[in-house]
């Protein structure tokens, strides 16, 4: 049976593991008691600033628009060559849909790619698309390792 453990993963690896976007999971805050809001989304990651980008959908009868400036959590996470890898970043999501093009945050949304991913009931240019940031509180990236080979 093989022996494995998770360790961090450096700066780099998080790096190399997201790349400039793929798909994850968000869960945003909820009231007490209340099971978290959670969606699967497309991502851009902005390398070496350490920044999400998100593109969300907001169609008429979305419960978005309720949870989307609350506390989230974000999970990406794939099976690689070299084993299972995971990033979760936590933190609250800053809208720069309407920001200025000069912006930080416009600018750094450009440096990515948000994957295109239509599982809408209705053709894309008839849903509302907002652009948000994630400039992470917390950001851990874990790696699978063969424990019986140190």
């Given at each position: 049976m093989e022996s494995l453990r998770w360790v961090q993963m450096s700066e780099a690896e998080r790096d190399a593991f997201l790349g400039n976007?793929?798909?994850?999971?968000?869960?945003?805050?909820?009231?007490?008691?209340?099971?978290?809001?959670?969606?699967?989304?497309?991502?851009?990651?902005?390398?070496?600033?350490?920044?999400?980008?998100?593109?969300?959908?907001?169609?008429?009868?979305?419960?978005?628009?309720?949870?989307?400036?609350?506390?989230?959590?974000?999970?990406?996470?794939?099976?690689?060559?070299?084993?299972?890898?995971?990033?979760?970043?936590?933190?609250?999501?800053?809208?720069?849909?309407?920001?200025?093009?000069?912006?930080?945050?416009v600018q750094g949304m450009w440096a990515v790619r948000i994957p295109l991913v239509d599982v809408f009931d209705r053709p894309p240019e008839e849903l509302t698309f907002r652009n948000f940031r994630l400039d992470p509180e917390t950001f851990t990236g874990r790696k699978e390792v063969d424990a019986s080979s140190e």
């Open positions: 976007g793929g798909t994850g999971v968000i869960s945003f805050a909820t009231e007490t008691g209340e099971p978290p809001f959670t969606i699967p989304v497309s991502y851009g990651y902005h390398e070496g600033v350490g920044d999400f980008y998100f593109r969300l959908s907001f169609p008429p009868d979305s419960n978005k628009e309720a949870v989307v400036d609350r506390p989230i959590a974000f999970v990406t996470f794939d099976e690689t060559d070299d084993g299972w890898r995971s990033i979760v970043a936590t933190g609250e999501l800053e809208e720069v849909t309407d920001a200025p093009y000069e912006s930080v945050a």
